[in-house]
């Protein structure tokens, strides 16, 4: 988008000379507070609204030189409440525009029922009117719709923002998976900074007035907000949010203060020469049951031992959920486990907080070079999943 | 028992056969209305301004008493039934245009926005989206289009004997036959029953999108169409 701006007849401005450059195959959000011009922006994309002045580019064609069907058609559209067509059922939904450019009834059909499977709604729904689902299910199904002829781009307008927080994380967490399996380009409106930081490879921060704050990384966002309004909207914890985008995997994890239920007392004895305050036992699976004084053991009783709050994951969960589980936990200690929940260590809020140090140490050394060679440092485990933002 | 149905000679018909014709003189003045609504509503849906004008003149057409009507239209038209019905199809658009409209105007903003952002033109949105679903109320303003206009076929006695039902009405004064009056009140309410639960049969069936209503109440102030018709023909 090159120095875009839309005024309406009545005068409002509701973009001024706004420039983006839209990354290809990611996501990009826009947020700001009501009435910034955010919907306009996206609509200008698909030419639901003509801009004013500026040019908008996609892969290099100017959109003006495209009949505006064509252009429509080659964008999937999602919106608030999904935007049903009441009138016909999911599957038929699902198959419009696979119709409009003339698919086959069967060709168009069979794409409808791969949707739904990858969108997460089950086939025994095809048949159903859009009443008769959640409006979790129907936004669902306005996502398989706007990807059902394949559509390079896609424009989301708040489209998770009237279901229910559990509902709307599920969806994102969807959104997220179907990105990394289909590596649209997807253009994200929301007025939620949290779900803009949770999903945006980049996000771009708008201010009323349809003026443009910041456009960048939400890690950048975080740590170095470009003005008080930008951080103003950001809000509070900045500083916590930020640890989101730093993984556990370099945590220094100690095995000595674990030690399994049926252990001998020379080997607790062994344990607590450590130094550590408190043991963590284990059971026959290597699974954590609580904390306990080296003295109290061996046969502490089970309802004797001290909870040890939520596990993390190590590796996978960020600085943020580790530290989370620290000050949750009686003993100031976090509880590291593996992927199929076994202990691999524990770790102390002292060593967090070293952690969170070297991380931003490393942080300003890798922003002084990625500013030159621009390289994205994008959290994501090995499912692809961005890390747990949203607190 | 048989005087009610014994009809005078002098009305050319037996019974089924007024049966028919009230049904024909009522329904096709209904079917035209429907045709003009549908153009007229769709250019109040596009030109804003055009609605507030349309819907006075509708509304003066509606309070001119048939009568009226014939004394024109009996020069040019004649005794037939041409002449009933021509009043009782723009009768029937002041219940339909409006009908169609707001119709036509309720669909949500998000649906319309979706489909034009599937690339759906205007006709085709129109075609495909908008009517679909306005089907519902299109279908309530026919209800009450239609059973009006069935009661009020009877006011074609007053021009040769043409308000089918309804010329038992003058026939029973005539003759001092009270009970053809029962038959024709009696006869035109039922048609009018029938007729309104076939368009209920025919809503349901355009509309398997609709929720099932059957534990929603139906909503204060709408009169049932049937009544309407009973208090119509009662006066
Ligand atoms: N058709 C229109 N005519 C005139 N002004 C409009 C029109 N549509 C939007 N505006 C104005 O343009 C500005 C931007 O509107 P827009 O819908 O893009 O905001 P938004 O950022 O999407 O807000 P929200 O978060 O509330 O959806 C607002 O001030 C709005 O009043
Ligand atoms: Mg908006």
């Given at each position: 988008?090159?120095?875009?701006?839309?005024?309406?007849?009545?005068?409002?401005?509701?973009?001024?000379?706004?420039?983006?450059?839209?990354?290809?195959?990611?996501?990009?959000?826009?947020?700001?507070?009501?009435?910034?011009?955010?919907?306009?922006?996206?609509?200008?994309?698909?030419?639901?609204?003509?801009?004013?002045?500026?040019?908008?580019?996609?892969?290099?064609?100017?959109?003006?030189?495209?009949?505006?069907?064509?252009?429509?058609?080659?964008?999937g559209y999602v919106i608030?409440n999904a935007g049903l067509f009441q009138h016909r059922t999911i599957a038929d939904n699902i198959a419009t525009v696979p119709r409009l450019l003339?698919w086959?009834k069967?060709?168009a059909r069979a794409r409808a029922e791969e949707l739904m499977?990858r969108v997460?709604l089950d086939a025994?729904l095809a048949k159903r009117y859009p009443y008769q689902l959640s409006g979790?299910q129907q936004q669902r199904v306005g996502v398989a719709r706007a990807l059902a002829a394949?559509?390079?781009?896609?424009?989301?307008?708040?489209p998770?923002?009237?279901?229910?927080?559990?509902?709307?994380?599920?969806?994102?967490?969807?959104?997220?998976?179907?990105?990394?399996?289909?590596?649209?380009?997807?253009?994200?409106?929301?007025?939620?900074?949290?779900?803009?930081?949770?999903?945006?490879?980049?996000?771009?921060?708008?201010?009323?007035?349809?003026?443009?704050?910041?456009?960048?990384?939400?890690?950048?966002?975080?740590?170095?907000?470009?003005?008080?309004?930008?951080?103003?909207?950001?809000?509070?914890?900045?500083?916590?949010?930020?640890?989101?985008?730093?993984?556990?995997?370099?945590?220094?994890?100690?095995?000595?203060?674990?030690?399994?239920?049926?252990?001998?007392?020379?080997?607790?004895?062994?344990?607590?020469?450590?130094?550590?305050?408190?043991?963590?036992?284990?059971?026959?699976?290597?699974?954590?049951?609580?904390?306990?004084?080296?003295?109290?053991?061996?046969?502490?009783?089970?309802?004797?031992?001290?909870?040890?709050?939520?596990?993390?994951?190590?590796?996978?969960?960020?600085?943020?959920?580790?530290?989370?589980?620290?000050?949750?936990?009686?003993?100031?200690?976090?509880?590291?486990?593996?992927?199929?929940?076994?202990?691999?260590?524990?770790?102390?809020?002292?060593?967090?907080?070293?952690?969170?140090?070297?991380?931003?140490?490393?942080?300003?050394?890798?922003?002084?070079?990625?500013?030159?060679?621009?390289?994205?440092?994008?959290?994501?485990?090995?499912?692809?999943?961005?890390?747990?933002?949203?607190? | 028992?048989?005087?009610?149905?014994?009809?005078?000679?002098?009305?050319?018909?037996?019974?089924?056969?007024?049966?028919?014709?009230?049904?024909?003189?009522?329904?096709?003045?209904?079917?035209?209305?429907?045709?003009?609504?549908?153009?007229?509503?769709?250019?109040?849906?596009?030109?804003?301004?055009?609605?507030?004008?349309?819907?006075?003149?509708?509304?003066?057409?509606?309070?001119?008493?048939?009568?009226?009507?014939?004394?024109?239209?009996?020069?040019?038209?004649?005794?037939?039934?041409?002449?009933?019905?021509?009043?009782?199809?723009?009768?029937?658009?002041?219940?339909?245009?409006?009908?169609?409209?707001?119709?036509?105007?309720?669909v949500p903003?998000e649906t319309l926005a979706a489909a034009?952002a599937m690339g759906f033109?205007?006709?085709?949105r129109?075609?495909q989206v908008?009517?679909p679903i306005?089907?519902?109320?299109?279908?309530?303003?026919?209800?009450?289009?239609?059973?009006?206009?069935?009661?009020?076929?009877?006011?074609?006695?007053?021009?040769?004997?043409?308000?089918?039902?309804?010329?038992?009405?003058?026939?029973?004064?005539?003759?001092?036959?009270?009970?053809?009056?029962?038959?024709?009140?009696?006869?035109?309410?039922?048609?009018?029953?029938?007729?309104?639960?076939?368009?209920?049969?025919?809503?349901?069936?355009?509309?398997p999108w609709?929720?099932?209503?059957?534990?929603?109440?139906?909503?204060?102030?709408?009169?049932?169409?049937?009544?309407?018709?009973?208090?119509?023909?009662?006066?």
């Amino acid at each position: 988008m090159d120095s875009v701006t839309k005024r309406y007849p009545d005068g409002t401005v509701a973009v001024d000379r706004l420039s983006l450059e839209i990354p290809d195959r990611s996501i990009t959000v826009l947020v700001g507070p009501s009435g910034c011009g955010k919907t306009t922006t996206l609509r200008m994309i698909n030419r639901m609204v003509e801009p004013s002045e500026g040019t908008i580019l996609v892969d290099g064609v100017d959109i003006q030189k495209q009949p505006v069907n064509t252009l429509r058609r080659s964008m999937g559209y999602v919106i608030q409440n999904a935007g049903l067509f009441q009138h016909r059922t999911i599957a038929d939904n699902i198959a419009t525009v696979p119709r409009l450019l003339g698919w086959s009834k069967q060709k168009a059909r069979a794409r409808a029922e791969e949707l739904m499977e990858r969108v997460g709604l089950d086939a025994s729904l095809a048949k159903r009117y859009p009443y008769q689902l959640s409006g979790g299910q129907q936004q669902r199904v306005g996502v398989a719709r706007a990807l059902a002829a394949d559509p390079p781009v896609l424009l989301m307008d708040e489209p998770f923002s009237a279901v229910d927080p559990v509902v709307r994380k599920g969806l994102q967490e969807e959104l997220l998976r179907i990105q990394g399996e289909l590596g649209k380009t997807i253009i994200f409106v929301t007025h939620d900074i949290d779900e803009a930081i949770r999903l945006g490879t980049k996000v771009a921060v708008m201010r009323t007035g349809g003026h443009l704050a910041q456009f960048a990384e939400p890690a950048e966002l975080l740590s170095d907000p470009a003005d008080a309004f930008v951080e103003d909207f950001l809000g509070e914890g900045r500083g916590i949010r930020r640890l989101s985008f730093f993984p556990s995997e370099g945590l220094d994890l100690l095995t000595d203060p674990v030690v399994a239920v049926d252990a001998t007392a020379e080997q607790i004895a062994a344990r607590g020469a450590s130094g550590a305050p408190y043991l963590l036992v284990t059971d026959g699976d290597g699974k954590p049951l609580g904390w306990s004084e080296p003295g109290s053991l061996p046969g502490a009783a089970p309802e004797e031992l001290l909870a040890y709050g939520r596990p993390f994951v190590a590796g996978q969960d960020s600085l943020r959920v580790a530290l989370d589980c620290a000050v949750l936990s009686p003993t100031g200690w976090a509880v590291a486990v593996d992927g199929t929940g076994k202990v691999v260590g524990v770790v102390s809020q002292e060593t967090i907080g070293e952690a969170i140090r070297g991380a931003h140490a490393a942080g300003r050394t890798a922003e002084a070079t990625g500013r030159q060679d621009d390289s994205t440092g994008r959290p994501e485990d090995s499912t692809g999943r961005k890390a747990d933002v949203a607190g | 028992m048989s005087g009610f149905f014994d009809i005078p000679s002098d009305l050319q018909a037996s019974y089924v056969e007024l049966i028919g014709l009230h049904l024909r003189e009522a329904l096709l003045p209904v079917l035209a209305g429907l045709l003009l609504a549908l153009p007229i509503a769709q250019l109040c849906v596009r030109l804003r301004w055009l609605y507030p004008p349309v819907l006075w003149v509708t509304t003066v057409i509606y309070a001119i008493p048939s009568l009226a009507f014939f004394v024109v239209l009996i020069d040019y038209t004649g005794q037939t039934e041409l002449t009933v019905m021509i009043p009782l199809t723009l009768y029937s658009l002041v219940v339909l245009v409006p009908a169609i409209v707001d119709a036509v105007r309720s669909v949500p903003q998000e649906t319309l926005a979706a489909a034009t952002a599937m690339g759906f033109g205007p006709v085709r949105r129109y075609v495909q989206v908008q009517l679909p679903i306005a089907v519902p109320a299109i279908v309530a303003g026919l209800r009450v289009a239609t059973v009006s206009s069935i009661s009020l076929v009877s006011v074609g006695t007053l021009i040769g004997n043409q308000g089918a039902l309804g010329n038992l009405l003058a026939d029973a004064m005539f003759y001092h036959r009270p009970e053809l009056a029962v038959t024709s009140v009696v006869t035109t309410a039922v048609l009018a029953i029938l007729v309104d639960a076939l368009l209920v049969l025919v809503r349901v069936l355009l509309t398997p999108w609709m929720p099932r209503r059957s534990h929603t109440k139906p909503k204060a102030g709408q009169p049932d169409p049937a009544a309407l018709a009973l208090e119509d023909t009662a006066r």
